[in-house]
């Protein structure tokens, strides 16, 4: 059985929008628990543009599942994350342009500076994963890092337009997350996930959470929130 987990940067990014504080990602994080989600998502980036300091630092204090901290592999991030010590850190590639995160991390282009911050993490007590591409070989330096959990990046799968595009994709999830399996870590998934394309993942039990968030705002904004959120964990639950 598969778990949820929740990613509040959208509502950050609503309360951003107005320059104003509300909505309050913390209180919707305090939402989605209720509504059966078991962990807590935000990305903090080094411009800060829509999770802060501030929600980071509430929501270590009021998550009652498990907080996930998205971030760079960066001095900074890793400083932040040592302090606060969220229960997971999710180490992503980021860029100042991009909109979201679009690619994988390189662990092949920089595996001694990642098995660093790996163990630092580690050490703190705070579990490590790395969002990367469905790539074996990305998936077997990630292992060599000391990582314990990969988030496969479901983007390309999910912007895919053709069957047959939709079909090759999924099957290289598939096959990355049965190869994770094998070196003993943990197979998460990510990115562009929504109502309609995560039932095709029920032929992957080896993935074991589910990180999801914009598809869950953008329904919540129809429905509500805690009806958005249950929908979904509906879905996840038998993958």
Not at 108 to 131: H, N, P, Q
Not at 148 to 173: M, N, P, Q, W
Not at 175 to 196: S, T, V, W
Not at 206 to 224: D, L, Q, T
């Amino acid at each position: 059985m598969a778990i949820l987990s929740i990613n509040v940067d959208h509502i950050a990014s609503i309360r951003e929008a107005r320059g104003i504080d509300e909505p309050d990602p913390v209180l919707a994080a305090g939402i989605a628990e209720l509504a059966g989600a078991e962990g807590i998502i935000c990305h903090l980036r080094k411009d800060q543009r829509h999770i802060k300091e501030r929600d980071l630092n509430i929501l270590k204090q009021t998550v009652k599942t498990k907080l996930n901290l998205e971030m760079a592999p960066s001095e900074d991030m890793l400083k932040t994350a040592l302090s606060v010590k969220p229960d997971m850190a999710t180490i992503v590639p980021e860029r100042p342009e991009e909109l979201t995160t679009e690619i994988g991390l390189d662990v092949v282009g920089d595996l001694e500076k990642y098995k660093r911050i790996t163990g630092m993490l580690k050490d703190a007590g705070i579990s490590v994963s790395f969002f990367i591409d469905p790539d074996p070989i990305q998936i077997k330096e990630a292992s060599r890092a000391g990582a314990d959990i990969v988030e496969l990046h479901t983007g390309y799968y999910s912007e895919a337009k053709t069957d047959a595009d939709i079909v090759r994709l999924f099957e290289k999830i598939k096959d990355a997350a049965n190869l994770a399996h094998e070196l003993k870590l943990k197979a998460h998934a990510g990115h562009g996930l929504n109502y309609i394309n995560i039932k095709r993942f029920s032929s992957i039990p080896a993935i074991k959470e589910y990180s999801i968030g914009h598809s869950i705002i953008a329904r919540a904004v129809i429905v509500g929130l805690d009806q958005a959120i249950r929908e979904m964990v509906k879905l996840v639950a038998p993958l």
